[in-house]
């Protein structure tokens, strides 16, 4: 069978960019140092991509959410670099984690138990200070299997820490007395946005996630994050349309006179939501509007400003994440982590 042909889709990863943003968070960090969240393949963007960015970068604590993210991440870092938030649910989870070596987060006291009983060993200590998400309840910290734990980092996590709110310091007071009940070796609190509140957030490692891949959750980080994400398209058919003519689904757009448009192979399907109608591509300087609704695989664009374009070329989707939530409405997390599989990274 022949070799398949070249994509029409592609995802740029600045990984110049990812190693830059652990460098800047690591230092806003002040006398802490920071992890990285690398859940979710690193938020859409591709464990195989940022992980390897982060590590020559120097950092050396990574949190993926699933065990089956696990083996991924494993092939660019030691085992016991990388903890798994979601904890050992069942005696398998417990297993699987001791042989690969990683330390699960333990969130409640039956999580504990099932640890302690598959022969223990180093962990990290999720503790809920408000969030009231996965996470041990104050009230469950002199639980004797809690106690029993040799708990390497104990940790919380801020719920609302992208806003200037009473909850914040609340979170950061709680923690402090957590810290106190538990004996532990480390100490970590602070998210993307809590490294912008200040060093009192910072303890001993921060564990950015959202930042690292061009999120800004804070306007205190806005000077130091750099954009890591470009998705790009092919044009796979260029045509002009007469003045009355409709495009797309339900015929929102109409030309009021003659106009040169491109047709894209992307769409909903591809994460680029039909909350994205309204915005445009670029081509250089040149901006070309999004007509129409977004359909599942096609988007068409107004090449006014570029009608020397043709089959085969290339335009891209402004991704600067903070002013594609506004433009599109979807949050900074959800524009990363619904891009699909069709894009060549």
Not at 39 to 50: I, N, P, W
Not at 66 to 85: D, G, K, N
């Amino acid at each position: 069978m022949t070799d398949l042909p070249p994509p029409t889709l592609r995802l740029r990863i600045e990984s110049t960019a990812i190693a830059g943003n652990w460098n800047a968070l690591d230092r806003l960090s002040g006398a802490a140092r920071a992890g990285a969240a690398v859940k979710a393949d690193c938020y859409g963007l591709g464990v195989d991509s940022c992980v390897p960015a982060l590590r020559d970068a120097g950092c050396r604590d990574y949190f993926v959410a699933h065990w089956s993210e696990v083996p991924a991440v494993l092939r660019h870092i030691p085992a016991r670099q990388l903890s798994v938030l979601h904890g050992p649910v069942t005696p398998e989870d417990a297993a699987y984690g001791r042989d690969a070596g990683v330390r699960p987060v333990i969130n409640n006291p039956h999580q504990a138990r099932i640890w302690l009983e598959s022969g223990g060993g180093a962990c990290d200590l999720m503790v809920d200070t408000g969030i009231n998400r996965l996470g041990v309840t104050p009230d469950q910290l002199s639980d004797p299997a809690i106690q029993a734990l040799d708990v390497h980092l104990l940790m919380s996590h801020l719920a609302s820490a992208d806003e200037n709110c009473p909850q914040n310091l609340q979170q950061l007071a709680d923690f402090g007395v957590a810290a106190a009940l538990i004996r532990h070796r480390e100490l970590s609190l602070a998210n993307s946005a809590g490294i912008g509140l200040g060093s009192e957030y910072g303890f001993d490692l921060t564990r950015p996630g959202i930042a690292l891949y061009g999120g800004v959750p804070r306007e205190e980080l806005a000077h130091a994050i750099r954009q890591v994400a470009y998705p790009q398209a092919a044009l796979i058919q260029v045509r002009d349309l007469p003045a009355g003519a409709s495009v797309g689904y339900n015929a929102t757009f109409t030309a009021a006179e003659p106009m040169r448009i491109g047709v894209v192979s992307l769409g909903y399907a591809d994460g680029i939501l039909r909350s994205w109608a309204g915005g445009c591509f670029t081509h250089g300087d040149s901006k070309l509007p999004i007509l129409g609704k977004v359909s599942m695989d096609m988007i068409v664009v107004g090449l006014g400003a570029a009608p020397m374009l043709r089959e085969g070329d290339w335009v891209e989707l402004p991704y600067h994440l903070p002013d594609a939530a506004q433009q599109s409405g979807l949050s900074q997390y959800e524009l990363l982590t619904v891009l699909g599989h069709r894009f060549a990274r």
